[in-house]
């Protein structure tokens, strides 16, 4: 698609501190535009909750070096003997390759330890990233279909997309492949139009955020049935992907954390 969005001369004045041409990629304009929204969004959903502007700059630069570390962390284990008998290649890699499971698994902890210090309760709080996340991800995702990167496999229907730009992401060029990155969109925007919904009804404290992540789970294991990116890693002699494993515990999690917090909150209203 278009991994790069413009090419230009750098200022001379500027030249020495930065290279001779600077480049915007789509990827991380993409990711940029995904966190500046997600940021007013979960600041408008919980500023009466005990956030204000300031502190949640700081939780944002917090979660974003957590997202950073723990997706490229997930991302190196996918085939960690790739890595470990070549490791020039984890700096070569250094910005780009990023899974998103390994970001939420460190992003949450770190979210749960920062409110907790600053005494802000933990699930309302979370509540509000369950609208906050599905942009931010879907920002993401646009991201990765313009980049080329989280490609489908060999479309040979309708809904084949083709990648052909020289410096696309994409390991299969040229040939139409399953838009996944664009389904990954779809899941979470319908995730979002749940959220949404049950949110004027809401029966207990975190309940929106347990739906976002177990729907999004449940979305996720299937669109990887037709990701072609094989290099994501497998499990179980190749039955299940990684994401596909991490996506079954979430579900269970969230099923479980479910029925604790409801009965917690039903015995609160008795």
Not at 85 to 107: D, E, I, Q, R, T
Not at 215 to 226: M, P, S, T
Request: with cysteine; aromatic share 18%; glycine share 10%.
């Amino acid at each position: 698609m278009y991994p790069k969005i413009i090419s230009f001369h750098t200022p001379k004045f500027l030249r020495g501190i930065f290279p001779d041409h600077l480049t915007i990629n789509s990827y991380g304009l993409c990711i940029g535009i995904g966190i500046i929204a997600a940021y007013f969004i979960i600041y408008y959903k919980t500023k009466f909750k005990g956030i204000n502007k300031d502190n949640l700059s700081e939780l944002f630069l917090w979660c974003f070096l957590a997202a950073f570390i723990g997706g490229k962390l997930l991302f190196y284990l996918e085939d960690p003997s790739k890595f470990l008998n070549n490791p020039a290649l984890m700096l070569k890699n250094l910005g780009n390759g990023f899974v998103f499971y390994g970001s939420l698994l460190l992003v949450v902890p770190t979210m749960y330890f920062w409110l907790r210090y600053y005494k802000i309760p933990f699930w309302p709080f979370m509540d509000g990233v369950a609208f906050g996340g599905p942009v931010l991800h879907s920002f993401g995702r646009l991201g990765c279909f313009l980049a080329g990167c989280c490609h489908g496999k060999i479309c040979s229907n309708s809904f084949g997309v083709i990648f052909s730009d020289p410096d696309s992401a994409a390991s299969i060029k040229n040939v139409p492949l399953y838009p996944t990155q664009l389904f990954d969109i779809g899941i979470n925007l319908m995730t979002l139009l749940i959220v949404y919904l049950v949110s004027k009804k809401q029966q207990f404290k975190g309940q929106l955020f347990l739906i976002y992540i177990a729907l999004y789970a449940i979305g996720r294991a299937i669109n990887e049935n037709f990701r072609g990116d094989d290099e994501r890693g497998f499990l179980f002699g190749g039955l299940i992907t990684y994401s596909q494993f991490i996506a079954a515990i979430l579900i269970m999690l969230s099923a479980t954390a479910w029925y604790f917090l409801s009965k917690k909150s039903k015995l609160k209203e008795n």
